[in-house]
């Protein structure tokens, strides 16, 4: 991996194009030593040289309230992509009660939904920018979530279901690529922190479900009317109109600026150079990055590099509608086998074993959390009505204090991957293994107490592992693809997630064997997180 020397502090200046120097200056003769992930040859090195004077601009201007703005509202995606899944765990019983169906069926639609979401949002991304998908994921699923509400069936409440998933499936795969392009190299462990916004969505939805489910639902399925279970369509507008609302401070309190990285990968260094411009000026900073500079650094003519951008469509000529993006996340053997160990091998053989493997990674998390996450309350009932208190009441009070206790996790994950020796891979590893461990000792509970003990132990350490893999995987691809890799990685996810439902329509929930087949398959992906050829810890990713 190499470092790199960009002088920003003269207009005149041209970056040099040797990619092997050391020192990156961050203006007024202060040098900051910031290496990128990637070797010479690994990306593209027009866009790698354009890259790293960018990072070298925003790293100048540091982190400011813009970026503090942002960590808000691209939490907002973080946030959605907590609620919304979870909801038809919560609603589970209830709905079952009223409308008569095999649970796993709504699950599978939320997941189906979730699954579109995430391949058209965040390949499209890399297609038509960063913008449109950050702005219209919320909507979307703030305008059907309300709807759901007023379903009268299980046919149009899992079609409002699944429809909403499509623009909650592309939040987090969207918002932290949004997230890492405008923030500086030196505060890129706070896409780690931005699970807390995860943490706080759990802690949100099971606070509201808690009252309006335990004490507006039906007490079984007998004569089980509308007017008797309003709980959970209580539950969905208010969490509809939550989503609105902060789709609205998305849309017209903060303005995005579209990534100066997707615009240079696309050659619009002009608009990057005016993207850089009005950040610096947002956090009352001043940039002297020239269009001149990124012209330079890709070995272009300026009046053939203004021609050139004059004549680009709204979509990238270049990018056959995105699979130039795919290819680009194999052009090395090593990137290929990151990106291969973050993705889930599913109806593509790979050549080598080891990438067989490798790219279980991501399906095996999400074929083992979704198997668990989704039926949590229906565990958490089941087994309180065979230890004698099952009722809904505590229930719910049980997910509420799940919920809280995922919230510290966010914070001592943003600690932990910055810690030398550990970093990204080394927290995932170690959290990985401690889910497994905390689910298996959920086996051994005998009471609801212990059960609800095991739990939180389980929720502390798995909301550690996903805000790791959530962050490790965006600061390994490269900017320019890194929309499609979030798609490849959040899709294998989504995929398994299918899967999952459909499991639990043929297995028996009612022994431990899920549970064993959970943990297992965490601990198994801890160990392969050790595999992952690239640490982002104090690399810039470009």
Known sequence: ????????????????????????????????????????????????????????????????????????????????????????????????????????????????????????????????????????????????????????????????????????????????????????????????????????GQLVVSLLAWPLIANFSCASSTNCTRSENMGWRYLLFILGALTLLLWGIRFFVFKLFESPRFLVGIGKDAEAVEVIRMLAEYNSKTSNLTVDQLVNAGGMNPEKARVAQNERRVLSASSSLGWDHVKALFKTRKLGFSTSLLIFLWGKPFRWLIMRVSSLYTGIIGLASTLYNSFLPFLLESRGNAYGDGSLYITYRNTFILSVIGVPGAFLAGWAVELPYIGRKGTLAISSGLTGAFLFATTTARSSNALLGWNCGYTFFSNIMYGVLYAISPEVFPAKDRGTGNGLVFSATRVFSILAPIIALYANLETATPVYISGALIIFAGFLALLLPYEPRGKASI
């Not at 690994?42 to 925003?58: E, F």
């Not at 909801?87 to 409308?99: D, K, S």
């Not at 219209?136 to 279901?161: E, H, K, P, R």
């Open 1 to 200: 991996m190499a470092s790199y020397e960009v002088d920003i502090t003269s207009k005149d200046s041209s970056p040099s194009r040797d990619l092997s120097v050391t020192n990156l200056s961050v203006g007024h003769g202060q040098k900051l030593t910031l290496d990128d992930l990637y070797e010479d040859g690994t990306v593209d090195q027009v866009y790698q040289a354009k890259a790293r004077i960018l990072n070298n601009s925003i790293q100048e201007i540091g982190m400011g309230k813009y970026q503090i703005y942002l960590f808000c509202c691209a939490g907002f995606g973080w946030f959605a992509d907590s609620v919304w899944p979870l909801i038809t765990g919560l609603i589970l019983t209830p709905v079952i009660n009223e409308f008569k169906f095999d649970g796993p069926f709504l699950s599978l639609a939320a997941n189906i939904g979730l699954f579109v979401g995430a391949v058209i949002w965040s390949f499209g991304c890399d297609i038509w920018g960063r913008r449109w998908s950050f702005n219209l994921t919320l909507l979307i699923a703030g305008v059907f979530g309300l709807a759901a509400g007023g379903s009268q069936n299980f046919v149009t409440l899992a079609s409002l279901i699944a429809t909403l998933g499509v623009g909650v499936g592309g939040n987090l795969p969207v918002d932290s690529a949004v997230f890492l392009d405008l923030v500086p190299g030196t505060h890129q462990y706070l896409l780690t922190v931005m699970s807390v916004w995860w943490c706080l």
